[in-house]
């Protein structure tokens, strides 16, 4: 399987041509009653509400979090919660360690419960696999290790596992290109197979940060991101400019608003040092460090919102954050606005294909990652360019996209390989149109590219192609109907 990046074409208001041929049914939508969502600009700026308006997700979704571990909170309840695994420690265990708050924080982007109680998740139905590889290191301060070994068997322990999106909102620069490295390797070949064998053969969605190194180590990719089959995030602050610290290079496919980043604490609020990135997901609930003794004590920062115990109420209760240069003190104890750089981006990218493959659960990998470039808001230069990716994902219009892309009701994935082929799939040079269910009458075949441009709507033998040596690398939708019925729509991609 060929894994390509870029866009076919820009995306513009044209989502009514498609209308006639890919309908979508919207859903009643309940307005967000989440005390912080107002505050989540960066919901508001991809185009949230428009995808809620057909899908809040569904526990059929699962999305590993590979990460510093996961552990239950008001919400993300323990029942969406599924076994996971402690590649660090060696154990089921999968909850953080000490203050290890990367991965909850990233889990309530992708998915925090719509109850009324803080924010919202974009996708809140969906279910969890936390896969812990990542341990806060008291030697190098608030940074990260891993071992290699270990990013490879949770790649392949999340799809074995049932993931449908593997989010990775971290990454390594170490290994950065030197394929020759044999954990390099590893994980590489750990990455082909989640993205061809996972979804019984549709590939899990690989999601990871593509670093925040910018100005420390200079525009690289960081690895996993680096990877043909990951989708590369990079980020972008309110006015859709790129943060300083976030990576420009050939690989990232796409944006998302997120946080400032500091390289130090920029307020102290009652003896409690913190950062005011006003950036919103949950954290580590204060009392996690008492969840068990052995593993943590009260002399510990915890979370995002750091502080010894008795000090700063275990770090959550008392920072202070501001909107519009207006200091809010005491925000809700379990949450933090303290998230930020390309791993509070990432996570808004897994959340959506979470939304993808609920509304077309027959997406391969490679056309979600389509899907996205493809509807994302084009930013900077013209076309797909190494600050921006195809621009900032649109979640409204990949939703849409996604749902009308959809095979329809009455030819299931059973019956349609018997009545219409459509292959190969991704085409180069020809593409070919087997309809076996007419030998006598000649085949209609539609064709319109992501914007809704007809690219051929005509007759074909039952058994013909159609030249596509010319057309732009993309996704392109397809209807086949012969007089009196249609015999099948789906989705193929054409590659250069």
Known sequence: MMFVKGRAALIGVVVACLLPLFSVSAQPFDPVEEPLYPYQYYLHAINIEAAWEISKGSSDVVV???DEGLTDHEEIHQDRILEGIDFWDGDSD???FGNGSHGVASAG??????NGKGIAGIAPEVKFIPVRILERNELRGSTRSARMQSIADAIDYSWQNGADVILMGWGLTDYDGDPSHPAYASIVDALERAATLGRSGLGSILVAAVGNHAVQLGNFAAFPASVPQVISVGSVDQQNEKWYYSVSAEEVDIVAQSGDLSFGPDLIVGGCAVQSSDFFSI???GDVWTIEPDRSSGDWDVGWNPGSAGVCENGYTRYTWSMDGRNQPDPLPGYTAHFGGTSAAAPQIAGVASLMLVVNQNLHAEEVAA???DTATDLGDEGCDTLFGCGIINAGLAVEMAAGSAIPTGIT????????RVFPNPASSRLFVQNTSTNTHS???HVVDVTGRTMIFGDIE????????????GMYFYRVMSPGSVHGRGTFSVIR
Do not use: K, N
Request: zero cysteines; proline letters at 10%.
């Open 64 to 66: 590993a979090i590979i």
């Open 109 to 114: 982007i992708v998915g925090a419960a719509h």
């Open 283 to 285: 954290d580590l609930r």
């Open 371 to 373: 899907l996205l470039r």
């Open 94 to 96: 999968a909850r953080p």
């Open 443 to 445: 085949t209609t075949v």
């Open 462 to 473: 039952p058994t013909g192609s159609i030249d596509v040596s010319r057309w732009p690398a």
């Open 413 to 420: 994935s059973a019956t349609l390989p018997e009545e219409t």
